[in-house]
C-alpha cells in the first residue's frame, strides 16, 4: 500500500481516496466530443489547483467517475463544490453560445461519494471499465475516451 506525504505538514501520512460520481443536471448526454475532452481537462487541471490527485477517470455520456486521493486537510465537499462550480462556468463560457451549454449549472446538485479502502484495484477496474458498457450502448459513433 502506498502512502502520501503532505508536503505542507512534514508531519502527516496519509492515504485519503474517494470513488466519486457526478453528473449533469438532470441527468442529460451532454457528456460527448469536445465538451468530454475538456470536462476531463477541467477536472484534472482543478484538482491539482487544490492539491487533489485524479487517481483514474472516466467519462460517460451522462455521468463521470473519479477516483480521488483527497489531502486531510480538505473536504470531499469542498473539493467537490470547488471542482464542479468552476468547471460549470468554464464550460459554459467555452461552448454555450454554441447550444451544447445552455445554463452555468451544468453539473446536478448532487454526487456520489465512497471511500475506496481495501477495494481500490477492483473500483478502478470498475471506472476504467465504464466506456465499455455506453460504447455497446451507444454504438462506436460516440468519443467516448477520458483523454
Known amino acids: 500500500m502506498e502512502a502520501f506525504i503532505n508536503s505542507e505538514q512534514s508531519h502527516v501520512t496519509w492515504k485519503?481516496?474517494?470513488?466519486?460520481?457526478?453528473?449533469?443536471?438532470y441527468r442529460k448526454r451532454a457528456l460527448y466530443g469536445p465538451v468530454r475532452r475538456r470536462a476531463g481537462?477541467?477536472?484534472?487541471?482543478l484538482a491539482k489547483r487544490k492539491g487533489v490527485e485524479v487517481i483514474e477517470g472516466n467519462a460517460c455520456p451522462d455521468h463521470i467517475h473519479l477516483v480521488l486521493s483527497i489531502p486531510p486537510r480538505a473536504s470531499v465537499a469542498q473539493i467537490m463544490g470547488?471542482?464542479?462550480?468552476k468547471s460549470a462556468i468554464r464550460l459554459h463560457v467555452?461552448?454555450?453560445?454554441?447550444?451544447?451549454?445552455q445554463q452555468?449549472?451544468?453539473?446536478?446538485?448532487g454526487y456520489f461519494v465512497s471511500t475506496v479502502g481495501?477495494?481500490?484495484e477492483q473500483i478502478i477496474k470498475y471506472v476504467q471499465d465504464q466506456?465499455?458498457?455506453?460504447?455497446?450502448?451507444?454504438?462506436?459513433?460516440?468519443?467516448?475516451?477520458?483523454?
Open 94 to 101: 467555452e461552448f454555450g453560445k454554441k447550444g451544447n451549454i
Open 131 to 147: 466506456w465499455k458498457k455506453d460504447k455497446f450502448n451507444d454504438g462506436p459513433q460516440l468519443d467516448l475516451y477520458w483523454y
Open 104 to 109: 452555468k449549472s451544468f453539473w446536478s446538485r
Open 118 to 120: 481495501v477495494n481500490r
Open 41 to 45: 481537462q477541467l477536472i484534472r487541471e
Open 16 to 25: 485519503c481516496e474517494y470513488h466519486v460520481v457526478i453528473v449533469p443536471k
Open 82 to 85: 470547488f471542482i464542479k462550480g
